[in-house]
């Protein structure tokens, strides 16, 4: 397949879809979040698996990973996953229309819909540079909030979309943060979002103001 016609694109061990109009479900997580031990594992395990399966494979391992609560959890602290949040609805809909999110104590989701004249990457570099700098104001502190890379799946049809969505709205519920998903304050199951709905209106509403160009 050749990759630069494609729209598909590999920074580090993830490759990654750039194809114009696509809705995108993204998991970014905290640059500590993951044991080096365990990466050591999963890359070594990756040589065993066939090429088509080491992404879903690869995906399925973090992710139960990142629910045990690993690393320092900067996220837990509700004024850090505020600011968060306000970062992640401050780029809607200049950047994407955001469609559902969650915010976990290490890790984030957001599904969104993406029709704008940008790269993926590039969207995701102006996303966590915003959102890290908040971040470590808010904490008193410098150096690294998320780590570089980020997993990106697109989304393949409205089913498609919908599971995606009850798998966001559910993840501290698996992670027996919650006993439903309506209870997590940092997710748009909080705010009452259907599947597939633009969850903001154009100025967003959590406190961070649309004063400047990123």
């Known amino acids: 397949m050749d990759s630069s016609k494609s729209g598909w694109r590999t920074r580090g061990y993830l490759p990654h879809l750039e194809a114009g109009q696509?809705?995108?479900?993204?998991?970014?997580?905290?640059y500590d979040s993951l044991p080096a031990a365990a990466l050591a594992h999963l890359m070594a395990r990756l040589t065993e698996i066939p090429e088509?399966?080491?992404?879903?494979?690869?995906?399925?391992?973090?992710?139960?990973?990142?629910?045990?609560?690993?690393?320092?959890?900067m996220l837990r602290h509700p004024d850090v996953a505020e600011?968060?949040?306000s970062a992640l609805q401050y780029f809607h809909p200049t950047r994407y229309q955001l469609l559902s999110w969650c915010i976990m104590p290490n890790h984030?989701?957001?599904?969104?819909?993406?029709?704008?004249?940008?790269?993926?990457?590039?969207?995701?570099?102006?996303?966590?540079?915003f959102s890290a700098k908040e971040a470590n104001r808010v904490l008193g502190r410098q150096g690294?909030?998320?780590y570089p890379e980020y997993f990106d799946r697109y989304i393949r049809s409205a089913q498609h979309q919908e599971t995606v969505v009850n798998y966001?709205?559910?993840?501290?519920?698996r992670a027996g943060l919650c006993s439903s998903a309506?209870?997590?304050?940092?997710?748009?199951?909080?705010?009452?979002?259907?599947?597939g709905d633009s969850c903001l209106n154009p100025h967003g509403s959590f406190g961070i103001q649309r004063t400047r160009a990123e």
């Open 168 to 173: 966001i709205h559910e993840n501290p519920v």
């Open 83 to 85: 600011v968060v949040q």
């Open 182 to 195: 309506a209870e997590w304050r940092f997710s748009s199951a909080r705010a009452g979002i259907n599947p």
């Open 144 to 146: 690294p909030f998320w």
């Open 52 to 73: 088509e399966q080491r992404s879903a494979y690869t995906r399925a391992r973090i992710h139960k990973w990142l629910d045990s609560g690993y690393g320092s959890c």
């Open 22 to 30: 696509i809705t995108q479900f993204i998991t970014l997580r905290l």
């Open 108 to 129: 984030l989701h957001l599904l969104v819909d993406i029709d704008q004249p940008i790269s993926l990457g590039r969207m995701m570099h102006s996303l966590k540079s």
